[in-house]
């Protein structure tokens, strides 16, 4: 066969079904066989939205998502979007040409090093020493994209497509991860049956190994309550009487309440990421002298954050389930008040969804200023400016069951991690600790490729949308209906809010003067629906909704937001300015 045809082949052994990215001269031979092998090749706008389509592929399927494009600038462009899937621990493979080898190292024309762009965000990099080698390293990089949980690069010199070889195609590999050490399994077991509040922070991990169901057992047999890690909302049923709802940025307080009391901790399926454990709404929920339990199918990722008791290598659903084995049948410290903690985690929610019933605005003084602002303008639709969290609860609502929900980064989209719940896994989609703007429309239309019979819906601020609007296109184009909603509140608004906090007020570069995107939306064929009136929210959002299962349509849902701010993301990560020259002394 020839290198094209092995390395085709080798997708299909691996069920590569879609693709992402742009048409490249680089691997065209290859790309003329991908239909009748019954691969769809998805152009998108931009690369760095295929690699975030690849993202959110990868992480509804459980399968791999895969990006391609031409050698130099297309591949360049791809970096951030898979910076963000290492982060999210998405099996992504990207495929990356190369200049010919018969040209390398002459300053050609798209010629560039591609292997250390993405050296610090793959798990692996295959490069393809020989034309005879394609399948071989083809094979691997899929191979390990799933046994490690995260991106792998495989680079092809663009004249190793062509010639005559003979090969095998290699049949996939993948792990059969088991429960973790029987040590520190029974070393773990005694600690819970010691415990008297225990609580279990379920984490990414819960979610790829689907594990859902075995964390739901272990918890009922502990009667412990269940916080979601930070982004990772999805990773236990909302509805389920032990689920408490995120920790981190704008996340539940009554999770972190009932998490500050904990005299051990089980940890499953999460690193404790600094990001997600951080105080928030002036508590400092962490508790520090509760001993730690920490599962994780990556040994570097124990004990590497927080200081743990017990450190198990293991899959998150077999440990569980291990755990829940050895407890069985057992008399544990926690079952005599069972009852007396259940009340307590009720009591704790019903609060905290008081506290966000009454939470209709945000009452800092900037944000009252800004409230007041508003109250004198009006909208380019007419209406009235919106407040966020009115507008969030309202979204929360009218959602429909079985959900897909992508979110970007920025103030608005952070506060809604409050108002996010979930009946099953690899429902949302964040871009995690990279926090990257531009991440929600295209991750929700990759998302939308892999579960076209799922309601696909994307939160956005005017200032990220603005980074990946123009996949609307791709959506339009290749049929992939979703929904976007945009909050339009003219604003940076997360940088802003340190502007804020920490510099008097001096707006540098954060104003946003936007035109209509439901509007735009229009103009590249989607359907566009702009919101004023809180009434409206939801049944603009189920009406969106049903023209994208319905019929086939994708629609920008714009809302019309007050400038007002929730918190900074980290009051930690600035300080009070001091300025020492005489010229700046005014700017403290």
């Known amino acids: 066969m020839t290198p094209s045809e092995a390395f085709v082949e080798t997708l299909v052994a691996n069920g590569v079904t879609d693709m992402f990215g742009i048409m490249g001269s680089a691997f065209m031979d290859a790309m003329d066989i991908f239909a009748p092998a019954g691969i769809r090749l998805v ?39 898979i910076a963000a899937a290492y982060w999210a621990h998405s099996p992504v493979v990207i495929v990356t040409p190369e200049a010919g080898t018969n040209g390398i190292g002459l300053g050609g024309f798209q010629e560039c090093h591609q292997l250390p762009m993405f050296q610090e965000f793959t798990k692996y990099q295959g ?7 394609m399948a071989e390293y083809t094979g691997r990089c899929f191979d390990r994209a799933m046994s490690e949980m995260g991106p792998t690069q495989l680079n092809i010199p663009r004249d190793y497509f062509y010639g005559e070889i003979e ?15 029987t040590k520190s399994l029974d070393e773990a077991a005694e600690l819970l049956a010691g415990a008297k509040f225990p609580v279990i922070v379920s984490g990414g991990g819960v979610v790829m190994a689907d594990g859902v169901e075995e964390c739901k057992a272990l918890a009922e047999r502990l009667g412990a309550p269940v916080v979601n890690s930070y982004q990772h909302n999805d990773s236990f049923p909302a509805s389920h009487p032990l689920w408490c709802g995120p920790l981190g940025y704008q996340g539940s307080k009554a999770g972190m309440k009932l998490i500050a009391q ?67 049948g057992r008399e544990l410290a926690c079952d005599a008040t069972k ?46 400016y919106l407040h966020p969290r009115q507008v969030l609860r309202e979204l929360e609502k009218a959602m429909p069951e ?70 609307t296109m791709t959506a339009v184009r290749e049929n992939i209906p979703v929904t976007a909603v945009v909050f339009h509140n003219r604003q940076w608004g997360a940088e802003k809010k340190n502007q804020v906090e920490f510099y008097n007020r001096r707006f540098v570069a954060g104003e946003l003067d936007n035109q209509s995107f439901a509007e735009i939306g229009r103009a590249m064929g989607a359907e566009g629906i702009t919101v004023d009136r809180l009434e409206d929210v939801g049944p603009a959002l189920k009406k969106a909704v049903e023209m994208q299962m319905n019929e086939g349509k994708t629609c920008i849902i714009e809302v019309m937001c007050t400038r007002e701010l929730g918190d900074p993301f980290r009051r930690d990560a600035l300080k009070k300015p001091v300025r020492l020259l005489e010229k700046y002394q005014d700017y403290v």
């Open 43 to 81: 152009p998108v706008v931009h690369e760095q939205g295929a690699a975030h389509m690849a993202d959110g592929y990868a992480r509804v399927s459980g399968r791999h998502g895969v990006v391609i494009g031409q050698n130099g600038p297309g591949i360049s462009n791809c970096v951030t979007g």
């Open 127 to 133: 490069h393809v020493t020989h034309p005879a080698r």
């Open 167 to 181: 090969c095998e195609i290699p049949e996939p590999s993948r792990l059969d991860r088991g429960p973790g050490g």
């Open 262 to 328: 904990a005299d051990v901790v089980v940890a499953l399926g999460t690193r404790l990421g600094p990001f997600g454990t951080l105080p928030q709404h002036g508590l400092d929920y962490w508790p520090k002298n509760a001993k730690i339990i920490q599962i994780d199918a990556d040994h570097k990722m124990l004990g590497l954050v927080k200081k743990i008791a017990v450190g198990i290598c293991g899959d998150a659903k077999a440990a569980a389930e291990a755990l829940s084995e050895r407890l069985a």
């Open 339 to 384: 009852a007396s903690r259940a009340d307590q985690i009720a009591s704790e929610k019903a609060a905290w969804e008081k506290e966000l019933d009454e939470w209709t605005h945000e009452k800092d003084p900037f944000s009252l200023d800004a409230i007041e602002e508003a109250r004198g303008e009006r909208p380019f639709s007419g209406g009235e």
């Open 402 to 471: 079985d959900v897909m929900v992508s979110t970007d980064i920025g103030n608005i989209n952070a506060v809604a991690h409050s108002y996010l719940r979930f009946e099953k896994p690899r429902s949302f989609f964040a871009p995690m600790s990279f926090g990257n703007c531009g991440y929600a429309l295209p991750t929700i239309i990759g998302a939308k490729a892999a579960a076209p019979h799922r309601p696909a819906i994307a939160y956005a601020g005017d200032g990220a949308w603005g980074m990946s609007l123009m996949e």
